[in-house]
């Protein structure tokens, strides 16, 4: 006995939903993917405090200066607790060593020196190594703007003398946001 004629047709009917349903989950499991790996990585910049007054080709912290750089310790050394700083750099000059030395041992964290001339590199790098991560970078002369513009993608006013720390988070998908505290 045969059996009847409508049963025959009714596995081709149903593989098209069967086939959409499979799709839908292989769209959803990518889709859940990315969104997992997306992460962001906050970068602070900071410009090294007052040089000391004088004629010296790489001046020293002035104790205005030091100060600050205390204060800087202050505002990100906190280790208690979750979104600490998981890397210090400091551009190769006096005085942005030394306004990231109290930090760094607040943190107990190596501080990782660049060259002025290797600041874009640099960005770069920071991003590549500390992927979701917290970067803190003191920075002076060329060096603060080529990173900023390496991170950003477009240049950013900064005045040479002033108390800024600039906030930029960069996401894995999307563009880079900025924001400048004065203190």
Same mark, same amino acid.
């Given at each position: ?7 025959? !047709? ?7 939903? +069967? ?8 769209? @959803? @499991?990518? /889709? +859940? ?19 000391? /007054? ?19 310790? !202050? ?37 990782v020196v ?15 190594? !500390?992927c979701g @991560? ?6 002076? @002369?060329? /060096? ?32 880079? !946001? ?6």
């Open positions: 006995m045969e059996p009847p004629g409508i049963t025959r !047709h009714r596995r081709p009917f149903l593989a098209p939903l +069967w086939l959409s349903l499979a799709a839908a989950f292989a769209v @959803g @499991g990518i /889709a +859940w993917v990315f969104y997992r790996s997306s992460t962001t990585t906050l970068v602070i910049m900071v410009r090294p405090d007052e040089k000391d /007054a004088g004629k010296i080709e790489d001046p020293p912290l002035s104790p205005e200066g030091e100060e600050g750089a205390e204060r800087l310790a !202050h505002i990100f050394g906190d280790t208690r607790g979750a979104g600490g700083i998981d890397v210090v750099y400091a551009s190769d000059d006096r005085r942005a060593r030394q306004t990231a030395a109290p930090l760094v041992e607040r943190v107990r964290r190596a501080l660049f060259s002025a001339a290797d600041a874009q590199a640099t960005a770069a790098r920071a991003l590549r190594e !500390h @991560g917290t970067v803190l970078v003191v920075a002076s @002369g060329a /060096a603060l703007p080529r990173m900023m513009r390496e991170l950003t993608g477009s240049d950013v006013d900064s005045a040479p003398y002033d108390a800024v720390i600039y906030l930029i988070s960069i996401p894995t998908l999307g563009r880079a !946001h900025l924001v400048q505290l004065r203190f």
